[in-house]
C-alpha cells in the first residue's frame, strides 16, 4: 500500500515542526494526516510566547483529522504495555488511538520514548520520518528539518533502541 493511502498520526511535535518549517500544508495536501485532540492541545501552549508567524492556527490543525480519545482507549493501551504512562500526554493519546484502530496506519514523531513504545510493540516498520513523508510529497522546507525529523537518524534510533529492546536488527 503506498504510504499516500495509508493514515498518518502525526504528535504534536511534528505539527510544530511542520509549521516552522512552512511544511503542515503540503503534508496534509498529500496524505492523510490525522492526530488527536491532545496533540492539538499541545501546539497551543507557549502560543502567547511565539513571533505571529510562528503561531499555529488551531483552524488549520483540523486540515488534519483530529480524533477524541476515551479514557476506555486510555486504559487499553495502558494494558498493552506500562511504558504507555510515561509519554507526553499527546503522544500517549495518539498511542491509544493507533492501538485501537484496525487499518494499517503510519506513525510520525521524533520521541523516543514513543518510538521505544512502537518498538516493543512490534510497530518498527510503521514509523516514518518526516523527511521521508516531505520527500514523497515533493516538498522541500524553506529552512532545514531539525535532525530528530530525518531519516537517518530515526533509522539509527529504531537500531538503537531495538538492539535495547531485545528485538535485533532490522
Request: charged fraction near 30%; include cysteine; charge should be neutral.
Amino acid at each position: 500500500m503506498p504510504p499516500g493511502a495509508r493514515p498518518i498520526l502525526v504528535d504534536t511535535n511534528v505539527i510544530l515542526e511542520g509549521y516552522r518549517t512552512g511544511s503542515w500544508r503540503a503534508l496534509v495536501g498529500r496524505f492523510r494526516v490525522e492526530t488527536v485532540t491532545d496533540c492539538v492541545t499541545e501546539t497551543q501552549t507557549g502560543a502567547q510566547k511565539r513571533r505571529p508567524e510562528q503561531r499555529i492556527d488551531p483552524a488549520e490543525l483540523r486540515l488534519a483529522a483530529v480524533h477524541d480519545v476515551t479514557d476506555t482507549e486510555r486504559a487499553v493501551a495502558l494494558t498493552r504495555d506500562d511504558l504507555v504512562r510515561f509519554l507526553d500526554p499527546g503522544e500517549q493519546a495518539l498511542w491509544a488511538h493507533a492501538l485501537g484502530r484496525d487499518d494499517t496506519w503510519l506513525l510520525c514523531g521524533p520521541d523516543k520514548a514513543s518510538l521505544r513504545l512502537g518498538v516493543r510493540l512490534g510497530f518498527r516498520d510503521r514509523m516514518v520520518a518526516f523527511e521521508a513523508l516531505l520527500d514523497d510529497a515533493g516538498h522541500r522546507p524553506r529552512v532545514p528539518l531539525r535532525l530528530n525529523y530525518t531519516r537517518a537518524w530515526l533509522a539509527t534510533c529504531l537500531a538503537e533502541l531495538a538492539q535495547q529492546e531485545g528485538k535485533g536488527p532490522a
